[in-house]
């Protein structure tokens, strides 16, 4: 059984998803996930009259959109997967791409309207079909994805022409690329092979547990690398390239332009690549000399060497990026050094916080809360990194938990990353009045939202009653357990039926686990369903974008809690025992 399997078969969180488990494992080592299960709930479709298409993702932060298919074998798996469904994601992408969404049947009319919202808003620049398999890769399952890819490519450039998508890609994942990419989240170096080239000079330097040479290398030479070997150079990094958009504030745009326009100039504009190597070594003879390396990670540079290696019908040998190329063997050492190397590097923008007083003393409170780790902004620890602790709750999860309780659903959803790289949204959460207890208070809410929509999910359509298959396809919308976690908040004056001055002082009178607080929060949420039609006005193009109907939706919903709290009296009553808020 090879690692990833061994990895999967141990992740008890992902189960019950059934066969889809390995479609979400691939699709978070992949995407660098840190709560799968609140992804899960939003991205999958899979289902009767899903048009062959098993999930949808879009992650407007990374300009990304993923649609995929999965098949799991059962027994040897050996043999190549069926091709038929690779060439279902053909039909997938015509029914999603079409230009208008009203044919689209339900189950996946949401995700479709949330992705023709994306492109037109020009947040999308790389759209990828992938068909997830736990067979051997198939040639003729690469031709079905091809024609896939193209297929969308047409509908792309013909229905949403001011999009700015550069790439339409296929991926068949399957046991070699599972495992290729299950090994970059516990090997830094994937690409072994050696290289060699000319270099202008340089120096070397060296520490206790490293060493190091500082050169320049060719942009042309990076060209190549890119074009050969495509992501798995950055397997150090904490992020891969984000492509490109046409706009003078896209420093990946900037790039290409330099390289094409100014190449003598590249030099001194760009801030160039750091690599992890195996080995190195230069001879040298006079200012010039030939530098070999054994092995190559790019630890930061992703975004110059991914411009550069898609630029077409472009004269690179003029242009030359700075280089720093370092061998080190101590795990400890690595870690920190892809770490400090990004520390620029916004896409995991938690990991820049982890220093902050506030994470710091969140970090110490929460030490004391039973049953949950929290590593405010660090990532944890130095195990397996697809290990999953149940107790660990995420910090990107707690951010976007506590910005939906304060009453902003739309950035909870939208903009995940943004809650921790923008300095005035992190101050609105993560301030001196913010408490570990709180926290949990709000983490354990939306996941309780969460868990009631995958429960009413999990029924079959056959036996839903008429008022939850209106309550499921209405959380079937992109964003609505965020929503429903504001809802629920705002309406709490009315369900505690005590008036709340500060937000912040809400917590759970007993220190309990978070597993526990979802407990308590439940058949809250059960017992609030029917007020949910009254937060459809919320959504805009199947996503929650407009502050205003957001705010107009909850304000409906918090009046029918009111109006109809005598009848929940019992149970409101329970949870205002359990419940603390100002000096009650």
Sequence with gaps: MDGWEQALAGRDDLAKYEENDLLLFALEINQNIDDIEL??????????????????????????????????????????????????????????LQSSTSSIPDRIKAAAEQVH???????????????????????????????????????????????????????????????????STQVPILVTESFDFESRGG??????????????????????MFQEHGKNLFSANVRDYLGSRRSDKNINNNIKTTASN?????????????????????????????????????????????????????DLKNAHVPARFVKCSDQATIRNII?????QNKIEAADFRSNDPIQSRLRSEF?????????????????????????????YSVGQALMAFHGDPATAYNLRSQIWQNDTLYSQIFNDHLTATHAICAFSLMKAVDAVKSNLKSLPQDTRTAAQSRYAEM???????????SAVSAGLESILDRQINSVFSIRFRDNISARDAIEIWKPVVDVLLPCIPQLSAAFTGGNITNKDNVKSAI????????????????????LSEKIQSDNS
Aim: aromatic content about 10%.
């Design 367 to 395: 030490t004391s809360i039973p049953d949950v780790e929290y590593f405010g902004g660090r990532r944890g620890g130095d195990d397996d990194a697809m290990r999953r602790s149940r107790n660990t709750i995420s910090s």
């Design 39 to 96: 992804i899960a709930n939003d991205a999958l479709t899979d289902g009767p009259d899903d048009k062959k298409c098993d999930l949808i993702y879009v992650n407007r932060e990374s300009g990304k959109v993923i649609i995929a298919q999965a098949y799991k074998k059962t027994g040897s798996t050996d043999s190549s997967p069926p091709s038929n469904k690779a060439s279902d994601l053909n039909t997938a992408s015509t029914w999603i």
């Design 475 to 485: 959380l079937r919308q992109r964003g609505a357990t965020f929503l429903l976690t």
């Design 555 to 574: 304000n409906a919903f918090v009046d029918m809690v009111e109006a109809t709290k005598n009848a929940n009296i019992e149970l409101f009553n329970t």
């Design 203 to 224: 120096f070397y330097s060296e520490g206790d547990k490293w060493s190091a040479y500082s050169t320049s290398v060719s942009a042309d030479w990076l060209h190549k």
């Design 117 to 183: 919202l994306a492109l037109n808003d020009e947040q999308i620049t790389s759209v990828e079909f992938w068909y997830v398999h736990n067979c051997q890769e198939s040639q003729n399952v690469d031709i079905e994805l091809q024609r896939v890819a193209s297929t969308a490519d047409s509908l792309i450039k013909r229905y949403f022409p001011n999009a700015e998508v550069d790439s339409v890609l296929s991926a068949q994942v399957g046991r070699n690329t599972l495992d290729a990419w299950y090994k």
């Design 262 to 314: 100014e190449p003598d100039m590249f030099w001194v504009y760009n801030n160039g690549i750091t690599a992890l190597v195996n080995d190195f070594n230069f001879t040298s003879e006079d200012d010039f000399g030939l530098f070999t390396i054994s092995g190559i990670a790019i630890v930061n540079g992703a975004q110059t060497t991914g411009a550069l290696g898609s630029l077409d019908n472009v």
């Design 339 to 343: 770490r400090f190397n990004n520390s």
